[in-house]
């Protein structure tokens, strides 16, 4: 589903993107994007898939052989076997299982596939400014699926859980660019980075014409990734979650860990700041003002200044803190939107969107309202108003806790004999 992002209101619906009216299939990743259709750009939304298939949806397509439903715009043109048409459809090569994660760069011209079988597939999305037509209701067929343009196959041996292109801020030479979670003013750079089920973050640039050439760095993390991320000024840092809650951060150029929040428990430590929070201040929505325990952590997302760490429990609860070079403090508790755990946030415009287990999406006013309360006129999209976000909150310290910074490994400069796999 897709949602206006000022009314708040459904947008799309598309139904049976990963399977048919017999079976279907688990969407693992999505991605959205403009690519350029002729003199104009389409919004595209870029889904991977457990049946090993990437599909890209234009948003521009309104009804499908029923017709539109109560109002919505459905992308749902549907195919003889009941599956979602789509613009463009991409396979991996057979034998090469899941497609678990996906990320579009180049502005629109490659996404990244990160694969069950430990590869990195490269697909080439400008073919699909030719396969729609002036109505934005183009699909391919089956024998149109596209293959892989190239694939990178050394840098991981098992799963890779996690493929992201860097995005920075768009010049005004080049407003079109749109990075993976983002809204407008975003392009992307040719760094890709990718993280596996063997606990490796390798950075890669794409530009570069072999898969030797273009590895930079490799980060041992030591532990199963299950999501990571560009962060810093300069976008220098890049943050690891493990699939065991914890957390590490590093300069990715030079590959250095520089603080490791592996060597405490990390869900115990949270908790016990949350504990400490001034019950006058950073509440945010509606519940008690007591403190709360951390179960798992959502993700990261840098905002511009600084990094900021989501992380919630099983009743719905979350709290966001601010992640420096070897501590972490709580901001603000966000309660009484959701029900049950919460699994994915967006972040922009000083507020924050959060999706979870209870079929609810809440956004959160993180800058206005001093009094909290719940907007419910969008049952299937619920308003949040929020108090001011600055609580006056202790900040605990890890530098009594941890090692110092340590290495974590380095460039990699590897001698082989095949041949070099490159996207173009």
Not at 216 to 243: A, H, K, M, W
Request: proline share 3%; hydrophobic share 30%.
């Amino acid at each position: 589903h897709t949602y206006d992002r000022e009314t708040l209101k459904k947008v799309h619906t598309i139904e049976c993107a990963h399977g048919n009216s017999s079976s279907s299939s688990s969407i693992t990743d999505l991605s959205y994007t403009h690519i350029a259709t002729g003199n104009s750009t389409s919004p595209m939304i870029l889904s991977s898939g457990m049946n090993g298939t990437v599909k890209l949806f234009d948003l521009r397509c309104n009804g499908n052989a029923n017709g539109s439903t109560n109002g919505i715009a459905n992308a749902n043109n549907r195919r003889p076997d009941g599956s979602a048409a789509a613009a463009l459809e991409m396979v991996l090569p057979d034998g090469h299982g899941e497609a678990l994660s996906v990320s579009v760069g180049y502005n629109g011209a490659l996404a990244a596939v990160g694969g069950k079988k430990g590869n990195i597939h490269f697909f080439d999305l400008r073919s699909v400014s030719s396969n729609s037509n002036s109505g934005g209701t183009g699909s391919t067929t089956t024998s149109e699926a596209t293959k892989p343009l190239g694939t990178y196959v050394d840098a991981h041996t098992e799963e890779v859980t996690r493929v992201r292109f860097q995005n920075v801020p768009a010049s005004s030479s080049n407003v079109n660019g749109y990075g993976h979670g983002h809204g407008n003013g975003y392009e992307t750079t040719s760094l890709l980075v990718s993280a596996g089920e063997d606990g490796l973050a390798c950075i890669h640039d794409t530009s570069q014409p072999s898969e030797e050439s273009a590895l930079r760095s490799i980060l041992n993390v030591q532990s199963p990734l299950r999501d990571v991320g560009f962060f810093g000024p300069s976008l220098e840092g890049l943050y690891c979650l493990t699939g065991s809650e914890t957390m590490s951060v590093w300069h990715h150029d030079s590959a250095q860990r520089m603080c490791d929040y592996g060597d405490v428990n990390l869900r115990n430590m949270l908790s016990s700041q949350l504990s400490q929070v001034d019950t006058g201040n950073g509440i945010i929505g509606n519940g008690n003002n007591s403190g709360m325990d951390v179960n798992y952590l959502v993700g990261c997302h840098w905002d511009g200044t600084e990094l900021n760490l989501v992380a919630g429990n099983n009743e719905g609860e979350c709290a966001i803190f601010r992640v420096e070079a070897n501590s972490i403090s709580p901001k603000v508790v966000l309660r009484g939107g959701h029900k049950s755990c919460i699994r994915a946030f967006t972040a922009e415009m000083g507020g924050i969107i959060t999706g979870g287990e209870d079929s609810r999406l809440c956004e959160w006013d993180l800058n206005s309202n001093p009094n909290g309360s719940m907007n419910s006129n969008h049952s299937s999209m619920q308003g949040v108003v929020s108090t001011n976000a600055n609580s006056n909150v202790p900040s605990y310290s890890l530098s009594s806790q941890t090692t110092m910074p340590r290495a974590g490994g380095g460039r990699i400069r590897r001698q082989k004999n095949r041949k070099g796999h490159t996207p173009y």
